[in-house]
Structure formats: C-alpha cells, structure tokens
C-alpha cells in the first residue's frame, strides 16, 4: 500500500469519466456472419452483394438507430384515438415518426423485394436475411410486420387467385415506399392463441362470383395493427347448410384489406393497444370485426395448412430476431470489455470474464448457425425443382429452431446485460430493449412447449421419417467435412453419440405420456445437435479455403461438440415422476 495525496474532489462535471461502449459497422465487424456467407453463397454472387452489406452495416449504427430510438421513447409510443370531437368513432392509431421512416428504409432497402425479385435464386432468401439481421437490432421491431408481410407474400404466391397476385404482391414487395404495402396476421382469439381451433370468428358468403365474405367476431391480439393489409383466419359459414364444423377443420384463410376504398376501417373497430412487456413502439391491439370484407385464399377448411407456408418464415424471423439482439448485446459488451478497468485490469484480460463471455459467443453462433442453415433450406424450396427432401426437413427444423435458438437466446441476452454491471441495466445503453423486445419471439408464433409438441407432431406425421432425414443430412455434413480435415474428427464422434443418444431416447420412450414430458428435452437436443454439425461444416470450409476466423471456429466446434454436455445420454421423466411432478405443482390430489 502506498501513500499519496487526495484525489481531487469528485463532482458531477470532474472526476472518472468512462468511455461508452462503440458500435463499429455491424456488417464489417461480424466475422460469423461474414463466414456463414462466404459458406453459403458464391463467390461471385457474394461478391456483388458485399458491398451493399457493408454500406447496410455502417447505415444501422447512425440514421436507422435514431429511427428506432425515436420509436422506443415512452411519448413515442402509439396511440389510440377512438372518437373525434363529435363523438363520431375514427379508431386513429398513431406512431412515432421513426416507425414510419422505418417503413420507408425497409421499402427502399429491399427488405422483402429482394427475397421475391429473387435475382440471385435461392441465395436471394441468404442475401434478404443477412440485411434483416442487420436491420432488427435497431429497427425497433419494425422487423415484425416485415415478417408477416414476407408470409404473406409466400402465401399468396402459392395460393392465390391471379387477382389477388396482381392486387396485392406488386405491393407487398415494392421498393417504393409510396407503393409498399404491410400485412398484418390476425390468428390468435381470447379461447386460443396456438390452440386456434377454438376461433369464435366466423366468415359468410357475400357475393361467391366475386368470392367476397363478411367475416365477423374478435381478434384478440393483432400485431402491426397499422398495416394495410391482414390474414386471417375464420371459420367458414357453409353457404348452402348454413352449418359451421367445429375445430380447425372449419377455418379458413382471408386476405383483406384494412381500409375500404373511401378510406374507412374496413369493419374493424379497435377495441385498445396492449400494454405489453416489450415491443412498445410496435402497435398491437384488440380487434373487433363486424362485418369486415375479405376474399378466401385457398380451399375452405385448409386455413390451419395454408397458414404453413406464414409459419415458416415467421419462425425463422423470431429465431434471427433472437440472434441479432443477442449478437448487438454482445458487440456492446466485447467493446466495453476492453474499456472498462476493474482491480487493476480491463475485464478483456480478466479469465472469469472471458470464459462468461465465450459461452454467450457459442450461444450466439449456434443460433447463427441454425437460423441461417434454415433460410438456406428456405430459398432452396423456393427456387430449386426436386427439393422435397428440403421441404421435409425445413418443416421438422422450424419448430426446433425457433424453440432452442430463442430460448438459449434470450438468456444470454441477460448474461451479456450482467457483462456491464450496472451500466447494462440502464436503458439508454441498448441492451434493454434487445432483452425485452428479444422475449416475445420465445412466445410468439409457438411458445418453447407448443413448438416441442409440433416437433412430435412431424414425428408421428411422418411415422419418424423426419428423424431418418434429419439423421442422414448430419451424418453427410460429418463425412464431407471430417474428409477435409483430420483436426474435427472427435467433434464428430460427438455428434455421433449425440445422434446416437436420440435414436435410443426415442426407441425407449413409449407412452404418450412420456413421449409429450420428455418433448422439450428432445427438442433441445436435436438444435445441439444441428449446431455441432453446423459449427463443424463451417470450421471445415474456414480450413481448406483459409479464411480468416478459421482457428475459432475449429475451437467452437470442438468446444461445442466434445463436452459432457453433449454427448451426455437423455434421460426421460418417467410416468411416475410425471405424477409425483402433478402434485408438487397442482397440490396432493392431482393427477393427469
């Protein structure tokens, strides 16, 4: 210990002073996305698209954050005005102005154009999601009604009537923001949200030669409230019967417009705004329809298997929605890290710190990893003859992407808040919003448990087909990749075992039961599992084309795959447990 003299006083204007945390260009300063590129698409293509990526990167760090922080500031929020001066019913809805400039830069920016101009074919799906990823952390959540207008867009390219195409796709993927149309997705009602078959609203015939229907009730959760547009799903009045069927089999899938031709709600009256956790600037509301006028887009009674193809894209948005905040998060909290002193070191030279942060890189990886590999097997569907197996396996994928990427997600979100101590709590540093607005996409389109039963749902579907293709996709990334370097043939063997573990988890779990206990556990190995392949196929591309980021990505995937963790048998909950757990949750007299 050493004397010396007093410090100067510290005030409020003098004193220690730390630097922030800086964000460099987000597309330049990525090295995992740049290396999922560089794997997944050409270099020639990749090479035309760059310097767009670059140019986006450093545009989402300046004018595009403003926006979004305009959106998130507690007076921008939106607002509810139901009744004018004269007691007359208007239902405004205003946002800030930075939603509405995200409108524009998303139109301008080929958001949704650029997956439907389709110039670079089934990369086009890899070059529209590497700028949504961009886009997300600072959009303020402008990416939600982004995504629902991508769904629909998918959806009436393979439903819909030639009129509705030439209505409403020109639209939904304009690049000018005068001409871009939003659609909002109007599914969940107060009986249901996933469970969807339980829907009080209901559709009646107007006109059959025009196929126009009146549809009638209450949606009870209805986010992007101020699109032009929504889907939607009713159940379909039998016009000659006069009879609806019960359950899902009696819904079918609308298209309407928001608004008739006069400018007046189109039989929508908005009951309130939500008041919800996250999301703030994003408006969300209870709806009212009476007598609304919309087109059905399909076969009546198909509207739970047309909504498939929404689904997909959806949940591929939630899981990069997760990614991107958790990889904003992180970038804040490796900058900081080299900034912020503590007991006579930066925590960047502090091991407790590294390895807390090394964890929240891995995590963030695999959700790179899955969700990417995901839309890849996206714009092969769309773009590539023959692609059934794709097909398959993008099914089975969806629903465990988007329940292991977004749950491991969020918390590492507040890991990477803890990672600035008491700084990240603080709102105006950003990490805040991206743990609040990251929460809903866990609920979302499926919650974590609702998206493990559709896992075992394509199980039984496919009578376990999924699981053989999902089995032979992974052995064949390990043959091919294992082939290129000798340096990832024990991160292989783990994923062997890992594989291995699932095939006897299954074949040992029998009753129903014990089948829907033990989903969640399944579905969470199967994501580590895809990750493990995935970190290895990259690592392998990184070694024999040298490219930067190659000596960390041979760690990730011999750190990812080579843990107790991972190859650790799954041990299912047995009937008896599941009894014993009924009554520790629901008191003594439970039972199931």
């Known amino acids: ?354 390895t807390t942060l090394a964890e929240l890189e891995l995590i963030f990886r695999a959700g790179a990893q899955i969700s990417f590999y995901c839309i890849e097997l996206l714009g092969r569907t769309e773009c590539v003859e023959n692609s059934t197996e794709d097909a398959a396996i993008l099914r089975f994928l969806t629903p465990i992407a988007k329940a292991y990427v977004c749950k491991i997600g969020v918390n590492a979100c507040s890991e990477a808040m803890e990672a600035l101590g008491g700084q990240g709590y603080m709102e105006d540093v950003g990490i805040g919003r991206q743990l609040r607005d990251s929460q809903v996409n866990t609920i979302w389109e499926g919650t974590t448990n609702v998206l493990s039963m559709d896992v075992l749902r394509v199980m039984k579907e496919t009578k376990g087909q999924c699981i053989l293709t999902f089995e032979k996709m992974i052995k064949e990334k390990m043959n091919r990749s294992v082939q290129t370097s000798s340096k990832l043939s024990e991160a292989a063997k783990g994923v062997q075992i890992a594989l291995d573990n699932i095939s006897d988890f299954i074949k040992s779990t029998s009753s129903k039961i014990e089948m829907e206990s033990n989903a969640r556990q399944l579905t969470f190995a199967l994501g580590k599992t895809l990750a493990g392949a995935l970190f290895i196929e990259q690592a392998a591309f990184d070694l024999i084309n040298k490219i930067e980021g190659a000596e960390q990505d041979l760690f990730v995937a011999n750190r990812w795959c080579c843990t107790r963790e991972f190859t650790q048998p799954l041990i299912p909950i047995d009937i008896n447990l599941i009894s014993e757990e009924a009554k520790i949750v629901f008191g003594a007299s439970a039972k199931i």
């Not at 050409?42 to 698209?49: C, D, K, N, V, Y």
């Not at 405004?92 to 102005?97: G, P």
């Not at 928001?258 to 996250?278: A, E, I, P, T, W």
């Open 1 to 354: 210990m050493t004397t010396q003299k007093p410090f100067p006083t510290a005030t409020s204007d003098t004193g220690f002073r730390q630097d922030p945390p800086q964000l460099k260009n987000q597309y330049d300063d990525d090295i995992v996305l740049k290396n999922i590129l560089r794997k997944s698409v050409p270099a020639s293509i990749l090479t035309e698209i760059e310097p767009d990526l670059f140019k986006f990167g450093d545009r989402v760090t300046k004018d595009i954050l403003v926006m979004g922080d305009n959106v998130d500031a507690p007076n921008n929020y939106p607002q509810l005005k139901q009744y004018d001066a004269w007691c007359k019913r208007v239902d405004e809805i205003s946002t800030a102005q930075g939603w509405k400039e995200l409108n524009d830069v998303a139109a301008e920016e080929g958001l949704v154009a650029i997956a439907y101009e389709r110039k670079y074919g089934q990369y086009s799906r890899i070059y529209q999601f590497a700028k949504q990823y961009l886009y997300m952390p600072s959009s303020a959540m402008y990416s939600c009604p982004l995504s629902m207008t991508d769904g629909a867009a998918r959806v009436l390219e393979l439903l819909g009537t030639e009129e509705m195409k030439s209505t409403y796709l020109p639209r939904l993927t304009s690049r000018d923001p005068k001409k871009f149309w939003t659609s909002g997705q109007w599914m969940t009602e107060r009986p249901g949200g996933s469970d969807v078959g339980q829907s009080e609203t209901q559709a009646e015939l107007l006109d059959a030669s025009t196929n126009t229907w009146s549809i009638s009730g209450f949606k009870w959760f209805s986010s992007a409230t101020t699109a032009d547009m929504t889907m939607l799903l009713a159940r379909t009045i039998d016009p000659n019967e006069g009879t609806v069927l019960s359950g899902s089999k009696g819904l079918s899938l609308y298209i309407a417009d928001m608004r008739s031709s006069d400018g007046q709600l189109n039989g929508v009256r908005v009951h309130r705004l939500k008041n919800k956790y996250g999301t703030k600037g994003l408006p969300t509301a209870e709806l009212e329809l009476n007598g609304m006028q919309a087109k059905m887009v399909g076969k009546p009674g198909r509207g739970v298997p047309n909504i498939a193809s929404i689904l997909n894209i959806t949940r591929i948005y939630a899981c990069l929605g997760v990614v991107c905040a958790l990889r904003r998060s992180l970038a804040l909290a490796k900058d900081f890290a080299t900034k912020r002193h503590a007991f006579n070191n930066t925590l960047d030279k502090t091991a407790l710190h590294i």
